[in-house]
């Protein structure tokens, strides 16, 4: 079963450090349970690396192209499919014939 949990902890610095996992449970007898996770710690100011062209998110225009677009894929890939599927269908030798 997968479950989330939160911590408060103070850090001196983003970059990669050990994390260990302590884990008591009351129905199990003790030693508790104890694992060591390699962990990178991200920016505290949340930018990792310089921004190419933009931060701000995709939206209004950019959207509506992007729709715009799809619907003008799909029935394009509709008619190749079709295409193919009846081109498969002339190729076949007929059974009657033997």
């Given amino acids: 079963m997968d479950a989330q949990w939160s911590a408060n902890l ?3 610095r983003p970059g990669k450090t050990a994390l260990n996992v302590v884990v008591h449970r009351a129905s199990l007898p003790r030693p508790s349970v ?3 996770y ?8 949340g930018q ?3 921004v190419a062209v933009s931060q701000a998110p995709i939206g209004g225009a950019l959207r509506r192209l992007a729709a ?6 799909i029935p394009l890939a509709a ?3 079709v295409r ?3 081109g498969r269908q002339k190729t076949l030798p ?3 014939r033997r």
């Fill in 34 to 36: 104890v694992h060591t």
């Fill in 68 to 73: 715009y677009l799809a619907l003008a894929v």
């Fill in 10 to 12: 103070d850090l001196e």
């Fill in 94 to 96: 007929s059974l009657a």
């Fill in 79 to 81: 008619t190749t499919v």
């Fill in 48 to 50: 990792l690396r310089p």
């Fill in 84 to 86: 193919r599927h009846r």
């Fill in 38 to 45: 390699d962990w990178v710690v991200g920016n505290p100011t």
